[in-house]
């Protein structure tokens, strides 16, 4: 099992910024990917950034050039610098955890966080 507990977020304006945390325990040696995603009421829970165990990054579109992912294998940590905010940036943030083993993949989620940008 892998435990995901989140920080960082809050109100911000829009124009703003906002780094968010996520620190990882329990079968953490088997971690593969890391990151994050977010979701608003009523919407599906849609990919923000995510970080290989090899430092690969993906980001969605509406974050390029905006938001950064970063890891901390040290700490065990992830994640997520958010500036240049949108009031459409405002959801509830997820800390994802991605663990390969023989059986596959299994996919681990943080309480969430959330984030309003304020117009």
């Known amino acids: 099992q892998v435990r995901l507990v989140e920080s960082g977020g809050g109100l911000v304006q829009a124009g703003g910024s906002l780094r968010l945390s996520c620190a990882a325990s329990g079968s953490i040696s088997s971690i593969n990917a890391m990151g994050w995603y977010r979701q608003v009421a009523g919407e599906p829970r849609t990919l923000v950034a995510r970080i290989s165990s090899g430092g690969s990054t993906k980001y969605a579109e509406f974050v390029k050039g905006r938001f950064a992912v970063s890891r901390d294998s040290a700490k065990n940590s992830v994640y997520l610098q958010m500036n240049s905010l949108k009031p459409e940036d405002t959801a509830a943030y997820y800390c994802?955890?991605?663990?390969?083993?023989?059986?596959?993949?299994?996919?681990?989620w943080g309480q969430g966080t959330q984030v309003t940008v304020s117009s």
């Open positions: 994802n955890a991605v663990r390969t083993t023989i059986a596959g993949d299994y996919d681990y």
